[in-house]
């Protein structure tokens, strides 16, 4: 494929936590702790986990609301990491975000017309016809009635206002949007509809999303790529077939698992995988793989050398010693697999 | 989501999601945060007798040269035909009457009324300009503390801090008494001068009350998704404060400001009682008070400008209450 329109690499953010008048530094928490994707023109990636796996702070990383510890973000080839505020300015236009809280995402003392038109007055975009005209367009396009032009936020329904949050941000024609909870704050019903106009918008206006989402329904029906987060790292990326079909990655398989099942005759078909314990704190993560404290099929190898992060399968990049699904693993990264199982079973200096 | 109201606001909330242009066939008038404060505000009956007397006053304290030229007499002139020689005070108790609508002072016969109505400019010139004062110092002082935070947060909490232990009527007293001597060196004098000195210790020592109420509210707003929202679509720190937070502020600044008027009256008149705000023969109510004291078998001196101050300060008081429930119907009941 050609060049990615986005590229992480290895992006860190550490949470300084400190202590005392001096404001010691006394330890660090680590919400995203070496994160690597590329995004394509186009395509829709998403990226799910548990709550506090960093999933949210990967997108304000990327979108530079937040400063970057470490790592690199490339946005159309541009190194966008510590570009200064006023030169990342003329990028934003580009670059857009989605919010979660269509409540608290919308200034109250704003009219609808002042909240969308506000990117063409912060960017000094001028427009052919006005902004008032430029704004009742894109109201119209998001399924909005341009005439409530004027209104305030406050009377709207939870979904119109998400609808307003997304015409803001169509405002100024973006290239990559980041959609950080889209739908979660919304009800079910009301999901479908702005899942679907973020379709019909990305048909319309060649848009590319990263969806970040906890909902594995949500992330299945508009992702074409899918990256699974776990305590501040990506443990699967995978397209959506191949991710939903056949996991390799035991967290992966766990977190569908969980995803109930509508049709009560098929309920016994599956088997409920129940992780122990709860997530460890990001402040002093587990050691080498991070999953070892829940993960059924951990050995002694997980506990000393993390798995990297490598492609198993064509396109299905895979962070774990001991994959499910193995039938699917190409041939030479199977061996490797092989290996790893081999000696778990003898494991090294037991074997006389 | 905000108090039911009447039938169009209904509409509008039950409108169904996602209308598409031209659907909707009877026109919705939409309502801005302001119109539906006001429709919450005029079904308050007590608010809006309280806003019926602070615009009475108001009124009073503006005209006060015309009332009296109508009702009364001027409000330094001595009418010792209406004094009793013997006693000093007014011939039949008080001498109200027809011609003197509050009777008269005694000593000298000043007409109450007169000094009363025009007590009322001294009273409420000096509690507004102070709370213009107030407001000003403390929503920037506030706003600053809230959005930049840090050192800055920290070095306005303290002072704000320092400033509210401050024993603050011994200081007044103090410092009106001490820059009162300086007529020469600050080029005003009189009434003026006095005037200015109380707005200057009244209005800068209150300050921290209001910067409290609007660093803690700039804290939360600073948190809140649309000012991420401004600062992903590039928005600098200026358009940010003004455009984006500052808006949400004017409904606490307005109430707060309401509700330091009358401490501001009361405090004018604290310090016109002991003798350090204006200076006789000038009418203020806190004056009037203390002269009274001393003539305590002539209640109705002590009365009216009494009065005044207590419905000055009960008006704006529930006025000011009444503000808040409409502007903000969560922080009550």
Redesign the interface.
Known sequence: MSEPLLSVQGLEKHFPVTKGLFKRQVGAVRAVDGVSFDVFKGETIGLVGESGCGKTTTGRLITRLIEPTGGKVVFEGNDITHMSQSRIRPLRRDMQLIFQDPYSSLNPRHTVGAIVGAPFRIQGVKTEQGIKKEVQDILALVGLNPEHYNRYPHEFSGGQRQRIGIARTLALKPKLIIADEPVSALDVSIQAQVVNLLEDLQNELDLTYVVIAHDLSVVRHISDRVAVMYLGKIVELADRKSLYDAPMHPYTNALLSAVPIPDVKHRGDRERIRLQGDVPSPLNPPPACRFHTRCWKAQVVCKTEEPPLVELAPGHQVACHFPENADKISAPAAAKVARNVQDAQHPKGTIA | ??APLDAPGKA??A?P?????G??GKAIQ????GQIAWLRLKRDKVALAGAGVVVFLILVATFAPLIVGWFGHPPNEFHQEMIDPSTMTPKGGSGISGEFLFGVEPLNGRDLFSRVVYGARISLLIAFLATVLSVVIGTVMGVMAGYFGGWVDTVISRLMDIFLAFPLLVFAIALVGVLGQFEQQLGVQGDTLRILLLIFVIGFFNWPYIGRIIRGQTLSLRE???V????????RGP?ILFR?IL??L?APILVYATLLIPTNVLFEAALSFLGVGIQAPTATWGGMLAQAVKFYTVPHFMFFPGMAIFITVLAFNLFGDGLRDALDPKSSR
């Open positions: 989501m905000t509008a909330e409108e999601e996602a209308v598409v242009a659907v909707s939409g309502r801005s945060l809140r998704e649309f991420d929202a401004a600062r992903s679509l590039g928005a358009y984006e808006p949400n004017i």
